[in-house]
T-cell receptor
Framework: EDQVTQSPEALRLQEGESSSLNCSYT??????LFWYRQDPGKGPEFLFT???AGEEKEKERLKATLTKKESFLHITAPKPEDSATYLC????????????FGPGTRLSVLP | DTEVTQTPKHLVMGMTNKKSLKCEQH?????MYWYKQKAKKPPELMFV???????INESVPSRFSPECPNSSLLNLHLHALQPEDSALYLC????????????????FGSGTRLTVV
């Protein structure tokens, strides 16, 4: 069974304090790993897709990396507006029909 | 147009009511999805439509009835819901299949906040 876990469940950072969020996965036939940001009461907002181990992508203060078992979302010098829930999801299966979200990490960045 | 539009944004309905949620996209995506999300939980897949045909139904109760009238529209018909069905209902769309076209993942709407009283 395809599974996705994320840690920590919640994270409080001071503005400018860099950190990393973890997404661990167990799937058969990974077709893609996705990172989303979700603000309260809103739909998830797409951040990155990663396809293979060793791949990295960056966007502003965010950098996502992928290994064979996990992905990290590195946040460099975060600002209060980075506060949100960060969701990891994997697409797997022969036809890519399995799309599983992790439970998310709630990030709070304090000024 | 790079958006998924959901209406209404908020809905309060009684347990005997019939209502519908609507979702629209004009990005040429041929896969569309309904998700249910409870507070502080990740989205849970309900239904998948691929090329206007229902391809996945994640054992959702029959009081939820999806409909895909065309490639741009997705509806979710609601009847005789229970208070525990109160949640944020999210619609999403994507290109189906091939890897290169998943570079932008799934595009989600802002959701309909449903309250069943």
């Amino acid at each position: 069974e395809d599974q996705v876990t994320q840690s920590p469940e919640a994270l409080r950072l001071q503005e400018g304090e860099s950190s990393s969020l973890n997404c661990s996965y167990t799937v058969s036939g990974l077709r893609g790993l996705f990172w989303y940001r979700q603000d309260p009461g809103k739909g998830p907002e797409f951040l990155f897709t990663l396809y293979s181990a060793g791949e990295e992508k960056e966007k502003e203060r965010l950098k996502a990396t992928l290994t064979k078992k996990e992905s990290f979302l590195h946040i460099t010098a975060p600002k209060p507006e980075d506060s949100a829930t960060y969701l990891c999801a994997v697409q797997a299966g022969l036809l890519g029909q399995n799309f599983v979200f992790g439970p998310g990490t709630r990030l709070s960045v304090l000024p | 147009d790079t958006e998924v539009t959901q209406t209404p944004k908020h809905l309060v309905m009684g347990m005997t009511n019939k209502k519908s949620l609507k979702c629209e996209q004009h990005m040429g995506h041929r896969a569309m999805y309904w998700y249910k999300q409870k507070a502080k939980k990740p989205p849970e897949l309900m239904f998948v439509y691929s090329y206007e045909k229902l391809s996945i139904n994640e054992s959702v109760p029959s009081r939820f009835s999806p409909e895909c009238p065309n490639s741009s529209l997705l509806n979710l018909h609601l009847h005789a819901l229970q208070p525990e069905d109160s949640a944020l209902y999210l619609c999403a769309s994507s290109h189906s299949g091939d890897r290169g076209r998943m570079d932008y993942g799934y595009t989600f709407g802002s959701g309909t906040r449903l309250t069943v009283v």
